[in-house]
């Protein structure tokens, strides 16, 4: 059900003034990838660089959103879909407040990842897939999930029993299993400068 009588209210404070004070271009980095393809490593390494350049930046990652904004939704296909949707109204409101924001979600579906990019204007969502193959992710396992998974204490577990669509033209590919962290976050801040993101 959506909400009536409601009217979007124009603020005299734009993104493109956020942006000229904070000399960069906000936008929006959606790494996707398997659980333990180095999602969340690369986005708090990236984050961490970029603040130290004076960047307004925020990670949302998938545990933390699930502690607060998705607290009601468990792991079926509809409520990973609805958390999917509801980062991605976040992600667009912090776009506005001119941030580089970064999300670190598994969003294993194409058409979820797809709705959200109809969401943030052309050229501001950038779809970067963490490729690695379930044997490293499995092997990097610090939770020990995909053990329970295994083990059938966990359903519908993404890359056991649930599957991961892997995009098909995201902006950027990081092999995770084959590059350094280093090497990984290099060739992102290279990607985002030939964008134009810092001014």
């Known amino acids: 059900m959506k909400s009536t009588n409601i ?15 904070n000399h960069h271009k906000s936008t929006v980095i959606w790494f996707t990838g398997l659980s333990g393809a180095g999602k969340s490593t690369l986005a708090h390494v990236l984050e961490e660089k970029l603040f130290n350049m004076g960047c307004s930046t925020y990670v949302l990652d998938g545990d933390n959103v699930r502690h607060g904004l998705s607290s009601n939704l468990d792991f079926s296909d509809h409520d990973r879909k609805e958390n999917i949707r509801r980062i991605g109204e976040v992600s667009k409101l912090m776009l506005e407040a001119g941030v580089i924001v970064m999300t670190a979600f598994i969003s294993p579906f194409r058409e979820d990842r797809s709705e959200v990019r109809k969401l943030i204007p052309q050229g501001d969502f950038i779809e ?13 396992d610090v939770k020990g999930l995909y053990k329970r998974a295994r083990a059938g204490e966990i359903k519908n577990y993404t890359g056991i ?3 991961y669509e892997a995009p098909k033209n995201p902006e950027l590919i990081i092999d995770t299993d084959k590059e350094s962290l280093e ?15 810092f001014k």
Do not use: M, W
């Open 183 to 197: 090497e990984s976050v290099s060739k992102i801040y290279s990607f985002l400068e030939l964008k134009g993101i």
């Open 7 to 21: 009217i979007y209210h124009q603020a005299s404070v734009t993104r493109d003034r956020r942006n000229q004070s």
């Open 128 to 140: 970067i897939y963490c490729k690695a193959s379930l044997v490293v992710c499995e092997r990097r």
């Open 161 to 163: 029993d649930s599957p």
